[in-house]
Structures are given as structure tokens and as C-alpha cells.
């Protein structure tokens, strides 16, 4: 088909098989009733038995043998061909709803049909419906799906919901080969997005030196995914290209010393999200790598040692702004979500070599589900760290007004034995729309209480100074959601979220992940207007930010209001990325070898 091309992308269709999954929005029944639902649209072989008109209206009387009954019908809207098609003796298919008046069955304006028999799909979509119709007949055919890797279940599935030969195929279709089908496609359409590159070189110096040193033993999980990364980094046939995921606390700056052992006496570059983060990693590199791997930091101002000498080059984006950046076999990006697909992009082309490129690691503390992990692995190979190196010991509540004495006092309590407390407004001014203080409200309150109060917020050019100078003196912060980012406050111990429920679940999780960073017994309190939320209800029941990726899911389902943090991007008709693991495994699996 000529148009196909065109019709597939106003349909926002890549695939064969996204053709396939769209199904008729209804079905116009033709096969011969045998029965009568009442309020149903009903097709009968029937024999005109008396004319009269009215008014204006046509009055018919049918009879319908097989069900041994007769039905009226009126025409409101009649023409002459009426009066010309329904005369005395004359037989029709007629289709419309029956309905009952006045004790009497009826079919108000039936349709005369010139065959019945099928069940003929209807869609509804951006193009138009004969157009569609074409596009399904040209392409979706038996012999297309298994060419397209799909099994006898799935095929029937499809076959059934397209060219339907009865009504039990369209009204309860096989709903596991749907979900089935639709892990398959997504998973399909990833590995054809997939291209590897050769890699710069092989890297596979001894990360010994580092790990040995450690004042800590790694976790099994730290352990498990630098196994992954040295046999990633040791080839040089295929640049490594993998996303490590992580939450918050779990330990994922090791995975990135690790990385840079490997790559030595080769160069590595790291790009992190803000100078403060970029800069906490210099400190950990500085603290935790033999001396003989030489560090710089670049950063838009005052960056530190040389980075054209430097081994392992830890920067913000302003490394992207340097022409004179030396050649890395190794580039790493933290917190990747906080960056651009553009600027990640750009990091990867500085040091790639006509067609070789460096060796790319992202990390991420978005956790995902584990499903959805699987899926996304056609594209990019993943890591999932789900554990944590301290047992976190966090209390999480929900309170209201009624609790802010008890919640005064704790943080009282808190304070004196050298903790921290969090305050997170929902923004920085007053706001009609939203029955919660601002900032601006807020402070005077705390500051006139407290000694070592400070605020700050996402448009605060001083917010870096801020929370450096906090994380020495102060007692209580007062901020908007900006401390999202992977700061490490160790004494941090309590946080409060104004308006908790105006934030998603990834969100509140991050947030929480501020507290009891370094194992100290801490409290994470979700202040609200209205207690009765089984959404927050939820998230004081785990820590667990994949158990939390998973109830985000099925929240965002139940169609709460949220803040658009959740993971966009799939979305699926059948697959429930929650519960369907299993199915996502074998389709892998199918995919795997198509
Ligand atoms: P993430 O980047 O994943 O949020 P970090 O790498 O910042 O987490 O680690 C959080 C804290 O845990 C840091 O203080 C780090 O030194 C410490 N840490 C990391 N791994 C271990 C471990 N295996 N045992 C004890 N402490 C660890
Ligand atoms: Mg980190």
C-alpha cells in the first residue's frame, strides 16, 4: 500500500503488531437473533404483515417466525422508499433495538439489511474508518503474526477480534495472549531500537586496590552489578551501554569508583546533576581511591586539580563546555533523570571516535518495576540494586493539624541530640489554590522558635551555599521539593512534607530518602488536610522504592492526582506492569530468540 507509510504515522503506529492491537472500538452484529434481549440490537428474518401510516409516521407489523412472535415498528423519519420496500408479504433481514411499549415488543426505525451473518468491526481511530479497514485487510493476516513471531494462542486472539466469526471471540478474548502480545511488541520494537557500537577499547584494571581498602564490605548487590560492569567494560567489540538503578542510600557512588578503577591507567569523566552532588563525589573519590589515580573537578566556577592530567574527571555539565576535554574510553552520568536526552547524548559523542564509541554507564534512583526493568533491558542493559547497605529505620505517618504539638515536640527532641529536621512546603508564596502555608507563611513561625532555621527553594540561586551551610550548623531547613536531589544530610532524622498528597509516590519516596541516610533511627510525617488517603496510607506501609515504582502504578490506574513524576511513556491496554511479570519473563524470552 502506497499511503501506508503516512496512514501508520498519523496512527502513531511503528509496528505491524501496534497495527494488530488495534482492535474495533465496537461491532456491528448481523448474525440472526434467536433470542430477545430486551434494550439489545437484535437482527430477524421477518415477513411484513400489516402497513398503515399516520400522522405522517409508518406503522409496520413483522412477523418473526423462528421466534414465533410479531413486532411493531415505527417510522419516523419515512420517505418513499418506505412505503415501496415494506409492503404486505414482503421479507427482510431487519436490524435495530427492541424495546418494549405498553406491554408490546417493538423496534422503533429498523434497518432493512441486505445479508446478514457477520459481525463486522467498526473503528474508530485518527484516519479514517475505510481506510483503516484496508489497512487491517492489506496487513493483518494469520500468516503476517507468525511471520511476525506471534504463536497459534495469540494469533487466534487477534484473527478473532478483527475478522470475528462469532460473538464469543469479541466478547471475552483471550485476555493473558493480549497481555502477552503487547510485552512482546513493546520488547520487540526496543531491540530494534538497540545499536551497538564497537567500543574505544577493552578496560580491565584491578579494581583490588579500592575494594580492599574500603572501611566497609560491599553489599552482595554492589558486588553483583561491578560483576556486570567488568564484564561490560572488558569488551571492546560492543561499547557498554547500561542504566544501574538504585535507590536513594543504596550505594551506587561505589558502583561509580569501581568503574573508574576498571578503566585505570585509561581515563574516566563523570557528569553529575549539580555542582554539590558533582562535588560530594570528588570528596568520596578523593577518600576512597588509592592516591595513585590523580582526580579534578570541573565545575562552572572554582573547579579543582588539572583536568586535562587527571585520570577520573567528576564534573557538572560545564564539562560539556570544555573544547579541550581529553579522550575517555569510560563516561558515566549520575542521577541520569535530572539531565536531558540531549545532554547525555553529547557527553557520549565527545568521546566517540568514528565508530567506536566510550563505554557508557547511567545511574538512576528512580526505581522502576522490575517488569518494566525487564522490558526496557532490549534497549539499554539494566541493573537494579532493591537493597540498601544500612537497614534504614524510618517511621512514616500521616498526621494532621490535631498532631503538630506532638510533631513540635519531637522535633524538639530531635534537635537536641544533634539532629536535623526538614520542613517541605508545597511552593514558595501564597497560593489560593492550595489550603496549605507557603514558605513565605510558613517561616516566620520557625524562625521565631527555632535558632538555626534556613530556607531555601528551587529558584534560590544561594540554594547550594544554603544546604553546605545547613549540613554544618543548622537545625531546621525550610525548603520546597529542591532537596530532591541525591544530597547526603547525615543527620537529617526528620522530615515533614506539607501536602503530601499533592506529590507522587516517587516523589514522597525521595523525599523520605533524605532521612536516616546513615542508619540513624529516623521520622518522615505526611502532613495533610484529609487523613483518609489510602495512596499515602500505602506508602507508610514500605521503604521499598521498587514496592513503591509498583503502587505508584496502581495509583496512577485509579487516576489520583499526581505530580507528574511517575514514569511516563508505557502504557498499556492488558499488561499490568505490577502483576504480569511471568508474562513479561516468556515473552522475553520469544523475543529473545525472534
Ligand atoms: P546513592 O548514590 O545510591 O544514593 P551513596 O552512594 O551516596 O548512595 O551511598 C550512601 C551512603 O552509604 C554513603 O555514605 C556511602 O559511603 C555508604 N555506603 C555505600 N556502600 C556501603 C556499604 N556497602 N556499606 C556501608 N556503607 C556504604
Ligand atoms: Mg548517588
Not at 463486522?120 to 475505510?130: D, F, G, H, L, N
Not at 574505544?200 to 552489578?225: A, R
Not at 561509580?256 to 591507567?265: F, K, N, Q, S, V
Not at 499526581?562 to 513479561?584: N, P
Request: with cysteine; proline share 4%.
Amino acid at each position: 500500500m502506497q499511503e501506508a507509510k503516512a496512514l501508520f504515522q498519523k496512527l502513531k503506529i511503528v509496528s505491524l503488531l501496534d497495527l494488530a492491537l488495534l482492535f474495533p472500538s465496537s461491532y456491528d452484529n448481523t448474525t440472526l437473533s434467536n433470542r430477545i434481549n430486551k434494550g439489545e440490537s437484535h437482527v430477524f428474518d421477518a415477513i411484513v404483515k400489516e402497513v398503515s401510516s399516520f400522522n405522517g409516521k409508518l406503522r409496520v407489523v413483522f412477523d418473526i417466525s423462528d421466534l414465533n412472535i410479531s413486532l411493531n415498528s415505527m417510522f419516523f423519519r419515512v420517505t418513499p422508499y418506505h412505503y415501496k420496500l415494506f409492503t404486505v408479504g414482503t421479507r427482510h433481514y431487519i436490524q435495530g433495538r427492541v424495546d418494549e411499549y405498553r406491554g408490546e415488543l417493538q423496534m422503533n426505525q429498523p434497518k432493512s439489511l441486505k445479508r446478514v451473518g457477520d459481525i463486522v468491526p467498526k473503528y474508530s481511530t485518527a484516519i479514517k474508518e475505510s481506510s483503516m479497514r484496508s489497512l487491517i485487510e492489506h496487513y493483518i493476516s494469520e500468516q503476517m503474526l507468525y511471520s511476525e513471531g506471534l504463536e497459534n494462542r495469540e494469533v487466534a486472539v487477534i484473527m478473532g477480534l478483527h475478522y470475528p466469526k462469532t460473538i464469543e471471540q469479541v466478547s471475552s478474548p483471550d485476555s493473558e495472549a493480549l497481555k502477552f502480545i503487547e510485552a512482546f511488541n513493546h520488547m520487540k520494537k526496543l531491540k530494534g531500537k538497540r545499536a551497538d557500537f564497537p567500543a574505544l577499547m577493552s578496560l580491565t584494571g584491578d579494581i583490588n586496590p579500592f575494594v580492599k581498602n574500603l572501611p566497609f564490605v560491599l553489599t552482595n548487590e554492589q558486588l553483583m552489578v561491578i560483576d556486570e560492569v567488568q564484564e561490560d567494560l572488558k569488551r571492546n567489540d560492543r561499547a557498554s551501554k547500561r542504566l544501574i538503578i538504585g535507590d536513594v542510600g543504596s550505594g551506587k557512588t561505589m558502583i561509580i569508583l569501581a568503574a573508574a578503577m576498571m578503566a585505570y591507567p585509561q581515563k574516566s569523566i563523570l557528569m553529575a546533576p549539580t555542582s554539590l552532588l558533582a562535588m560530594q563525589i570528588y570528596e568520596e573519590a578523593q577518600k576512597f581511591l588509592p592516591s595513585t589515580i590523580n582526580l579534578a573537578l570541573v565545575k562552572q566556577s572554582k573547579s579543582e586539580g588539572d583536568y586535562l592530567t587527571a585520570d577520573f574527571i567528576i564534573g557538572t555539565h560545564a564539562i560539556l563546555f570544555k573544547d579541550d576535554m581529553p579522550n575517555a574510553p569510560l563516561v558515566m552520568v549520575d542521577e541520569q533523570h535530572r539531565f536531558g536526552t540531549k545532554q547525555r547524548a553529547l557527553l557520549e559523542n565527545m568521546m566517540t571516535n568514528d565508530e567506536r564509541k566510550p563505554h557508557f554507564l547511567q545511574l538512576s534512583a528512580t526505581p522502576i518495576p522490575r517488569t518494566q526493568a525487564m522490558m526496557q533491558s532490549e534497549l539499554i542493559d539494566v541493573s537494579l540494586i532493591t537493597t540498601t547497605p544500612f537497614d534504614k529505620d524510618i517511621s512514616t505517618e500521616v498526621v494532621g493539624k490535631e498532631n503538630f504539638r506532638r510533631l513540635l515536640e519531637e522535633m524538639k527532641n530531635e534537635i537536641a541530640q544533634k539532629h536535623q529536621v526538614l520542613i517541605i512546603y508545597p511552593l514558595v508564596e501564597e497560593s489560593k489554590e492550595i489550603p496549605y502555608q507557603s514558605l513565605d507563611e510558613g517561616r516566620g513561625f520557625w524562625e521565631k522558635r527555632f535558632k538555626h532555621v534556613y530556607v531555601t527553594h528551587g529558584k534560590d540561586k544561594k540554594k547550594e551555599e544554603v544546604l553546605i551551610e545547613f549540613r554544618e550548623k543548622g537545625d531546621i531547613l525550610l525548603a520546597t521539593t529542591v532537596v530532591e536531589v541525591g544530597i547526603s544530610l547525615p543527620r537529617l532524622t526528620l522530615i515533614v512534607i506539607v501536602g503530601a498528597e499533592r506529590l507522587g509516590l516517587a516523589t514522597l519516596h525521595q523525599l523520605r530518602g533524605r532521612v536516616g541516610r546513615l542508619g540513624l533511627k529516623s521520622w518522615c510525617y505526611l502532613f495533610t488536610n484529609n487523613k483518609k488517603n489510602g495512596r499515602l496510607e500505602s506508602f507508610t506501609q514500605t521503604e521499598s522504592g521498587f514496592e513503591i515504582a509498583k503502587l505508584d502504578l496502581k495509583f496512577r490506574n485509579s487516576g489520583d492526582i499526581l505530580d507528574g513524576t511517575v514514569q511516563s511513556g508505557m502504557q498499556f491496554k492488558w499488561l499490568d506492569l505490577a502483576e504480569d511479570e511471568r508474562i513479561v519473563q516468556v515473552a522475553k524470552g520469544r523475543v529473545k530468540h525472534s
